[in-house]
């Protein structure tokens, strides 16, 4: 079992980031980040204000497939886990509806709601962004961003 | 400027499955130790751990650890930074010493992983990671070093040959560390094809759970001249940054730039450069850990680290010689303890009474300790006088 | 008062497909028994995947197409037989995940399958009687059946989204609608167990059949039509025959029903069932064409609706991926992995 249950509070708090990826634009410096955090990371200032990226597009710039998972998650492993560019951001997440063979550095990826985990059949559910391959088809990139700087 | 500050005794458990032992025995086997090897008692008392709280449900370690060695209303203060906790500790008694406020602290850095099966440990490793966008996810430590594994590999043209050397230079170091928890030798072929945990990250390239403790004394010049080994191993530099917790906000993700940032402060205070180490213990977590840790100390350029090393570089005999304890990889990686054994180890090297494989003559030594995956950095500077 | 209309529309279905010949093969049904229901294989959810997560999809597909701020929809309604939570409304994960909240009305449906086609004719009445002037419905389920039953040959999962407004914003103006009910007890699910019970063949002509004939007889009477006058005929999707005998006893012929079926390629998708046949069709009607949407719910009831394509249809089309994109996007699936993506495993974790 796992070491802590769902708390309502905090996925209440964290509903924006979580289901429509959130991110924080800092006015000051410009850059677009993601977990927002009460100060922008880079520059310090506390000049921030919300972006979602729920719509838009981005590129895989690393992953693993990781086949030692953390109690709760035997159901998804092996659990691939990609950090991709989006919107200007960059975003840690599960890929899902893929196969570990099919994901690549540098293709395509846009973020889905889905379900992240429950820790027991009478627990809450915690929903939260996965990144899936672009589906072929359809408006894509709409909302804010697209594409962005190359990686670090 | 802060005054002198000297590492006057050091001690050390065997890492292993210890499970006939909880956190207060281990820490005891580490302190007596400790405190034999320097003849004097600490004034104040900094524990180093990261997982009590999660796997044990014990906090207060502070007054639980000083109070279960007899040192019953003496400071003591608990400090935790992931992995990183030995270092940030080794750090907070060294600001205790030379500010003046006391004449000697022990650190004590205690790690007790194996009550509960991985699944549960890897949770509790994780806690490490960024709680609500990266554990959230089921992410482990793996998978994060992992992610920066599989982007260096790519961008600096490095097989998975030239990574497998430091695994296999682990196991041969440790061969002779009597508290090593594996003595195994192992080749990079074993290493390339070893389970699979996070890929590209194999289980050779991973440090083991085990239990353990060390601990080490440091204390001012004044009680270090009436100490056993006198005022001999120095404290020459400390330097210790932050960096944030989520991967996704760093500002490179082929660096850990913070331990750059902790490395140019221990240096300069020291008075010192990387060529002037001739070893050092660093913190190899997984086995791209070591390559980055290697790059940020300034050792190898970027890109370069395990192509040297791979061509010989870093071996028993060069300077700096790396990790000859067998470092996180085989000596074993209780995790919040091990800052403090790689200064135990380091002291023990300068004095010249090292139980494992010695670095003869060496006069400068480097501990870089590493919480998460570049998080809370940590580098101390000891010099033999 | 002004004629309501579908704004945008989206669609989503998963990527696993479970094979017929898997269950047959494994539960001891000989080829005929799938061949008859004419769904060689169906879609499945995948393990992180559920009705809220699908419904999710599909309203920011309509949303889209709709070119609206979600902000402005005024009421969200989910219709699904298969919720995540038994008490807990799934609308209000939707609305918050699409930027709806707070100022909207919300709440989620059950009449078997045709519980989003209910949200979708309350969402058009808000905006004819000018109480909201954007709606929000969605149909979403994954389908369960008891393993080994025939309905798991065509139990499936998918989800479809409308959003409703003024008609000078519609791909599709609402002409009529008429809703035919009784208590007819042929498909029943218990609170607390896991799967539903049906009454064989008593699904069909007293259930499916005289609800979806009468509805649609009822809807022509009111508006003067002829089956001649449609275009189109999608209706609720079970299996590959019943929507076609249906439309016999109607007097429509199969070429106005084959664009608006999807049950061939991915099985019975319960509240998503007619409305991704509807939105099937949307991707490809041209402006003009009247649209005959019968869904039907078991316990039991039909609506009937007309819906008239404008041309903004062709202008709106291409903003999100078409029914036919998701249709494309499969991975077949043993039965095995189909029982774990389930959860049919009894496991233990320590």
């Not at chain 3, 409305?275 to 064409?289: C, F």
Request: net charge neutral; charged share 20%; glycine share 10%.
């Amino acid at each position: 079992m796992p070491l802590r249950p769902l708390s309502p509070p905090k996925i209440w708090r964290r509903r924006r980031q979580h289901y429509r990826l959130e991110a924080a634009r800092c006015r000051s410096c410009g850059r677009v980040f993601y977990p927002p955090r009460p100060h922008c990371p880079y520059c310090g200032s506390r000049e921030t204000e919300p972006v979602p990226l729920q719509l838009a597009r981005g590129r895989l710039l690393t992953y693993t497939v990781e086949y030692t998972v953390p109690s709760g998650f035997r159901s998804q492993a092996p659990l691939v886990i990609g950090l991709a560019e989006i919107g200007g951001a960059r975003v840690l997440a599960p890929i899902t509806d893929a196969d570990p063979e099919e994901v690549e550095v540098g293709m395509c990826v846009e973020p889905v709601l889905r379900r992240v985990r429950s820790t027991d059949p009478y627990g809450l559910i915690a929903y939260g962004v996965k990144l899936r391959p672009c589906l072929q088809g359809g408006g894509g990139g709409g909302g804010a961003g697209e594409g962005g700087q190359g990686d670090s | 400027m802060p005054a002198r500050v000297y590492v006057v005794g050091a001690g050390m458990t065997k890492v292993g499955r210890h499970f006939d032992k909880g956190l207060v025995e281990l820490a005891a086997e580490a302190y007596d130790a400790a405190v034999e090897d320097a003849g004097i008692e600490p004034a104040g008392i900094v524990v180093a751990n990261m997982m009590a709280g999660s796997l044990q449900g014990q906090d207060s370690l502070g007054a639980l650890i000083a109070s279960s060695l007899g040192l019953r209303y003496r400071p003591a203060l608990h400090v935790e930074a992931a992995c990183g906790s030995g270092g940030a500790a080794v750090y907070t008694a060294y600001s205790l010493v030379a500010s003046g406020l006391l004449p000697s602290v022990v650190v004590i850095g205690v790690e007790k992983m194996t009550d509960y099966p991985t699944a549960i440990v890897t949770e509790a490793l994780a806690q490490a990671a960024d709680a609500d966008y990266e554990v959230f996810y089921g992410a482990s430590f793996a998978a994060l070093n992992a992610l920066m594994m599989r982007l260096y590999m790519r961008r600096y043209g490095v097989s998975r040959d030239e990574m497998s050397e430091w695994p296999v230079m682990m196991h041969e170091n440790a061969l002779s560390n009597p508290y090593a928890q594996l003595h195994k030798r192992i080749t990079r072929r074993m290493v390339a094809e070893s389970q699979v945990v996070a890929d590209p990250i194999r289980l050779l390239d991973s440090s083991p759970i085990g239990d353990g403790a060390a601990a080490v004394i440091l204390a001012s010049e004044e009680e270090a001249v009436r100490s056993k080994w006198g005022a001999t191993v120095e404290v020459a530099g400390v330097g210790l940054a932050v960096d944030t917790v989520e991967l996704s906000n760093r500002e490179a993700l082929d660096e850990v730039p913070a331990l750059g940032e902790a490395a140019r402060r221990a240096y300069s205070m020291a008075g010192l450069g990387p060529g002037d180490i001739d070893v050092a213990e660093i913190h190899d977590a997984f086995t791209i850990t070591a390559m980055l840790s290697i790059e940020a100390l300034g050792f190898a350029g970027k890109g370069e680290a395990a192509k040297q090393l791979a061509r010989g570089r870093f071996h028993p005999g060069d300077k700096p010689t790396l990790n000859p304890s067998g470092g996180l990889k085989a000596r074993g990686h209780p995790v919040g303890a091990t800052g403090v054994y790689q200064v135990a180890e380091l002291t023990m090297q300068l004095r010249g009474d090292y139980p494992g494989l010695r670095v003869e003559d060496a006069r400068n030594a480097l501990a870089s300790n590493i919480g998460g995956d570049g998080s809370t950095t940590t580098v101390i500077i000891l010099r033999r006088r | 008062m002004p004629r309501p209309g579908i704004v945008g529309w989206g669609a989503y279905i998963p990527r696993y497909r479970l094979p017929a010949s898997e269950t047959a093969q494994l539960w001891g049904y000989p080829d005929a028994v799938p061949a008859r229901l004419g769904v060689p294989e169906k879609s499945v959810a995948g393990p992180d995947e559920d009705s809220v997560t699908m419904g999710v999809e599909a309203a920011l597909n309509a949303l889209r197409r709709a070119g609206i701020e979600a902000s402005r929809i005024g009421a969200v309604f989910v219709g699904s037989e298969s919720k995540p939570y038994a008490v807990k409304p799934s609308a209000t994960i939707i609305a918050e995940a699409i930027g709806a909240t707070p100022d909207t009305m919300a709440s989620d449906l059950e009449f078997a399958c045709r519980a989003g086609s209910e949200g979708l004719r309350a969402a058009l009445g808000l905006v004819e009687a000018g109480r909201i002037q954007y709606g929000l419905a969605v149909g979403s389920d994954t389908a369960q059946a008891s393993p080994g039953d025939v309905l798991d040959f065509t139990a499936a999962s998918g989800a479809a989204a409308y959003i409703v407004g003024p008609s000078r914003e519609s791909v599709a103006v609402l002409e009529g609608v008429y809703t035919y009910v009784t208590d007819t007890p042929d498909f029943w699910r218990r609170d607390g167990s896991p799967y539903p019970l049906h009454g064989e063949a008593f699904t069909g002509a007293p259930a499916y059949f005289h609800h979806i004939v009468s509805a649609v007889k009822g809807l022509m009477e009111s508006l003067g039509l002829k089956p001649a006058d449609f275009d189109y005929a999608v209706f609720h999707q079970p299996n590959t025959s019943f929507p076609l005998r249906a439309a016999k006893k109607l007097g429509i012929p199969p070429e106005k029903v084959e664009p608006g079926l999807v049950v061939r390629w991915i099985g019975n998708t319960y509240n998503a069932s007619a409305l991704l046949g509807l939105a099937k069709v949307l991707d490809e009607a041209e402006p003009g064409s009247r649209i005959l949407l019968a869904p039907f719910g078991s316990g039991a009831g039909a609506d009937a609706y007309s819906f008239i394509v404008t041309d903004l249809v062709e202008e709106k089309r291409p903003r999100a991926p078409r029914v036919a994109d998701y249709l494309a996007r499969r991975r077949r699936i043993t039965y095995a992995a189909y029982a774990k993506y389930r959860n049919l495993y009894r496991r233990a974790e320590w």
